[in-house]
């Protein structure tokens, strides 16, 4: 079992925050994976035509997801046994490897494989990206989500990439969208190998199960099921959001497309701006508003019968459940200095999350269409606040 570590505060009560030179493959990691992320939601009806409709593509998502969980929970016991650098800088060079490949397969069997495998492997990425920011800035919760603002910047950019291939090429424009985020996700890790990130200094030699038993032990177990709620909503309004605007209102790629790009966008100024929330309360006063803004996006997302309103929803949803990830992975990583193990099995608990989102909302969709999947995410994200208020009471 892991024993907690603490970090003694400054003088002012606050860690030392590293500079951007020490943290920067953190943020280009982040980044990397927006792209993949951003292009994937505005192509979800071109993929999930290729895999053979919503409940084949639900499936293989969650096929992915559920591997990715796997990789988190090793993730964070490699990143406590070996540091974080060696981490990032493997699973960048073989999730660019995986992203180049899966887009130039054409079968639908051999696709819905790699695509398993680079879900997996980007779950190893984003643990190894997640464990450094965490151990640099938990005591510093909005510079915490600035951080993660990078991702957001990145699915700007995958979104328009992949809009404009799409309309330019037909159905197989993300195919040639999807090298040139292998190439970033290169630079990144051979640019990045020099620099030694925050945790990254060999510590104990832990198992998997470690990080639950001590989860359990510190009390954050609610925490880690609001992280997991939290990963069900930004899964579902961007894989099925998206898909709701452009086959069920008829949205046309223009609008989809540029929902999605607004979405990333309105999120990564909301979480660029949250530096000025440095405490414990203000974080949870910025979790109850994120998660109110998206609950009422979703909704709207789901029921307004005019698509440029449901874009609207789109926008609010994404940008409000942008806050909830970095928010809580602060709670989670308070006052750790070595938070790998503890960051590792909430980033699996959350990955659960979107396993079984995919699979339950895939079934929703078949059955009851978007429409009632998206009322279904609504009522998940308006859980997400409580469940961390019932941790805070209890700690405090």
Known sequence: MVPPRTTPPTAAGLVDVPTVRQIWPVAGAFASIGLLVGSWQVATPELSDLLGGPGQFGVVLSAGLLVGAAATAVGGVWAERRGTSSLLTASLAIWAVLVCVTAAVPARWPLAALLVMTFGVTGLLDVAAN?????????????????HASFNYGGVFGCLLVGVALGALGPSGWRWVWPVIAAVAVVVAVRGRGVALPADAAGEHVGVLDGLRTLWRERLMVVALAFALGAVVEGGVGTWGVLHLRRQLDAGLLLG??????????????????????TRRAAHQAL?????????????????????????????????????????????????????????A?????????????????????????????????????????CALVHRRRTT
Not at 257 to 278: K, L
Not at 305 to 331: C, H, I, K, N
Not at 352 to 373: E, N, R
Not at 377 to 382: H, M, R
Request: charged fraction near 5%; hydrophobic fraction near 60%.
């Open 257 to 278: 497309a540029g929902g999605a790009v607004m979405g990333f966008a309105v999120a990564a100024v909301v979480r660029s701006s949250m530096g000025r929330v440095q």
């Open 288 to 344: 109850v508003a994120g998660t109110g803004t998206a609950t009422v996006g979703v909704l709207a997302l789901a029921l307004a019968p005019w698509p440029v309103v449901a874009a609207l929803g789109l926008v609010a949803a994404a940008s409000g459940v942008a806050v909830t990830w970095p928010l809580l992975l602060a709670e989670i990583g308070r006052d750790q200095e070595r938070p790998a193990v503890l960051v590792g």
């Open 346 to 386: 909430a980033s699996t608990l959350g990955y659960v999350g979107l396993v079984g989102g995919p699979v339950v909302l895939g079934a929703v969709v078949a059955a009851w269409g978007t429409q009632v999947a998206l009322v279904v995410v609504a009522v998940l994200s308006a859980m997400i606040a409580p």
């Open 131 to 147: 464990i450094a920011a965490t151990a640099a800035l938990s005591q510093r919760p909005g510079r915490l989500v600035q951080i």
